[in-house]
């Protein structure tokens, strides 16, 4: 039998229904919106735990059980995105439905079990923050890739101080690169990155990163540069570049600027959110933590 993923029940904040962003909802879209919400965490906490995969079929879905429309549940969820019920830059990168409370929430959830899978991808927390991540928690997790690796090492280990990180491989990478470029040789099918691009009226596109499947034009790259800094740059294209190769791109990037910009963001690969370690929101999104 395999290892339960999901939970039996889950807490709930007693001034929900009294929480801003759920009473903004309801006025735009209705009493059905707040109902939508709670059976999207039901969906959660009840299947992958900490994550919902959404697509159109579920969509039909939601909205067949919950007798609406599913051009109004498109909208609902629209909605629950602009007001941060939901992590709109998880959402627009995998499909995927999550917030740093769901998280925490499924953290405690399962403080008794002995190992904690999470796909670093989705991963919104700051392990270093012991509200999110309870000391008795910490060493229970296990950072999985969406392309399949796994690494059973504890979360200080497996997030920040991995001798094999991106950092490491930076100069390993130019210098591959560079022998690339002068071979040319093919990817194997189906894994093949995407070609520099070139027209008239729009600037060159290089290729960019050990597999080469980060396209930026030079004046991308060079902001990127000056924003984000040498070491995190090449991290993030060293990140990007090789989630790419392993699944096929199978994410459909193609914006590889802003894919670039939201792994330095929330911090892909390093098994936090970098917006967790900004000051405290306002009281209102505090007491909305349950989102």
């Given amino acids: 039998m395999s290892a339960k993923i999901g939970l039996d ?85 995998f499909g995927i439905l999550t917030s740093a409370s769901i998280q925490r929430r499924y953290l405690r959830g399962c403080a008794k079990r002995d190992v904690i899978e999470i796909y670093r991808e989705y991963w919104l927390l700051n392990v270093d923050n012991k509200k999110d991540v309870p000391a008795g928690i910490l060493n229970k997790l296990a950072f999985l890739e969406v392309s399949g690796g796994k690494n059973l ?3 200080s280990e497996n997030t920040v101080n991995s001798s094999e990180s991106p950092q490491s491989k930076v100069k390993e990478s130019k210098v591959k690169e560079s022998k690339r470029e002068s071979t040319a040789e093919p990817s194997p099918p189906g894994l093949q990155p995407p070609a520099a691009t070139l027209s008239e009226n729009k600037p060159v596109k290089h290729k960019h990163g050990e597999y080469g499947w980060v396209l930026l034009t030079d004046e991308q790259h060079a902001r990127l540069l000056a924003e984000l800094g040498e070491t995190e740059l090449a991290r993030c294209i060293t990140y990007i570049d090789e989630s790419a190769q392993s699944t096929g791109n199978k994410n459909k990037w193609k914006d590889w600027n802003l894919v670039v910009r939201k ?20 009281e209102d999104d505090l007491r909305a933590s349950f989102m």
Avoid: T
């Fill in 263 to 282: 792994c330095h963001k929330f911090g892909w690969g390093l098994g936090y959110n970098r917006d967790a370690k900004k000051p405290a929101e306002s």
């Fill in 9 to 93: 029940y889950y807490s709930m904040d007693v001034g929900f229904l009294r929480d801003k962003k759920v009473k903004l909802l309801r006025a735009e879209f209705g009493a059905s919106s707040v109902v939508f919400v709670l059976y999207v965490l039901g969906k959660v906490y009840e299947g992958d735990g900490y994550f919902l995969r959404w697509d159109k079929d579920e969509c039909l879905i939601a909205a067949d059980e919950l007798r609406e429309s599913p051009n109004y549940i498109s909208e609902v969820l629209q909605g629950c995105l602009a007001r941060s019920l939901f992590d709109e830059g998880v959402f627009q990168m």
């Fill in 153 to 155: 090492k504890n979360s």
